[in-house]
């Protein structure tokens, strides 16, 4: 039913569109986040992204969070494709620098949508190589697509690009930037996980103690998830960082998390914390200077790790051996699960800055 901007389905009627999204791990349901809104989604929120570029976390409020995430639900638990809500759109991924699932989860999403997709899977094979600059290349994107994603290991590409470029452009992470999608999909796992933390007045049962393991400054996906957790006041009990480094907030988050309501603590000892922690976001990989590098190797995740019974752990993954493989099989994987629900939540964002939010409104006919 379609009721002003807001959509509402029967979900009980629904079934996910796909029965199996990840071979090992936690599954995780889209419909229990939809009947906590009582089935409804409001789109009125998500039509201000329409014609928008998404370079950054901040861009978010909370609630925006929440309407991509109970769209990316309502994407998940129903087939959508005979809609065809992309249909006659071109994505164009523009990826500079190595990816596995953000460059193919974003053209999973558009083509399983009808979109068609132009692809670089590698910046070496565009004018680049001959010395081309990326003002350039953005000239030559307004007349071939609709929007822009691009990965790039300058954290200033996004400048750079957008010097010619009008067409809306999604940052799939920029050098140690931002990764803002990463952090999106993060919370879209976590809501899937305990729709209770989508509430304004989350019970105070269903609060979290979120430990993040890694250097936020150096590593985009954990800054940007840090960034966007600071949104969920009241569902974030407190957070706590565990980092090797002396300073591994960065400048970036210094003032929002001085800002924020929730508490935020800083360790050095893995132990110290790991058994109060309720979700542990974990990476290893920086991007610093212009190479990978592993920062906070020493802590390492496995089995027989002292976590809570019902701890979750999330990776934005590629791993190393931070994350031992030996949690693959157990309830404590919410990673692969996390990495999979990344094609729906991209899907919501693509129908929504491509403006075609109207479109879902004939899965509730
Ligand atoms: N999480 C993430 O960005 O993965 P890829 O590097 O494979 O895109």
Redesign the pocket.
């Known amino acids: 039913m379609v009721n002003g901007t807001t959509i509402e389905i029967d979900t009980t009627e629904a079934t996910p569109a796909r029965e199996q999204t990840n071979s090992k791990g936690l599954e995780l349901d889209p419909r229990p986040l939809l009947n906590a809104a009582d089935g409804q989604v409001d789109i009125e929120r998500l039509e201000k992204l329409s014609g928008q570029s998404v370079l950054h976390p901040k861009q978010f409020d909370r609630q925006t969070v929440v309407d991509l995430c109970r769209t990316a639900a309502l994407l998940e638990a129903t087939n959508v494709e005979p809609i065809k809500p992309l249909d006659g759109k071109i994505a164009i991924t523009a990826f500079f620098e190595?990816?596995?699932?953000?460059?193919?989860?974003f053209e999973s999403a558009a083509l399983r949508l009808d979109g068609k997709v132009l692809s670089v899977p590698d910046g070496r094979v565009t004018g680049m190589a001959k010395g081309e600059s990326l003002a350039d290349i953005g000239e030559m994107f307004n007349t071939y697509g609709d929007v822009v994603i691009m990965?790039h290991p300058d954290t200033n590409s996004v400048n750079e690009i957008r010097r010619n470029l009008d067409l809306p452009l999604i940052n799939?992470?920029n050098g140690s930037g931002q990764?803002p999608t990463?952090a999106l999909l993060d919370w879209y796992a976590l809501l899937k996980w305990r729709p209770a933390l989508a509430s304004a007045n989350c019970p105070e049962s269903q609060r979290i103690h979120l430990g993040i393991v890694g250097t936020p400054g150096s590593m985009r996906?954990v800054k940007s998830f840090l960034g966007l957790s600071l949104l969920f006041v009241g569902a974030v009990d407190r957070i706590t960082i565990v980092s090797e480094m002396a300073d591994p907030v960065g400048l970036d988050l210094e003032s929002a998390i001085e800002d924020c309501a929730v508490p935020v603590a800083v360790t050095n000892d893995v132990q110290e914390v790991l058994s109060s922690l309720d979700v542990i976001y974990i990476n290893s990989i920086a991007f610093l200077g212009d190479s990978y590098r592993e920062l906070d190797s020493r802590f390492k995740l496995r089995a027989d790790s002292s976590l809570k019974p019902d701890a979750v752990i999330m990776h934005?993954?590629?791993r190393r051996d931070e994350l031992d493989t030996s949690l693959d099989a157990t309830t404590h994987n919410m990673y692969f699960a996390q990495?999979a629900g990344?094609v729906f939540l991209r899907q919501a964002l693509l129908i929504a800055v491509l403006g075609r939010l109207d479109k879902l409104a004939q899965i509730a006919e």
Do not use: F, I, V
Request: proline residues 5%.
């Open positions: 190595a990816s596995t699932r953000t460059r193919l989860s990965r799939a992470g990764h990463q996906a934005p993954l590629a990495a990344a």
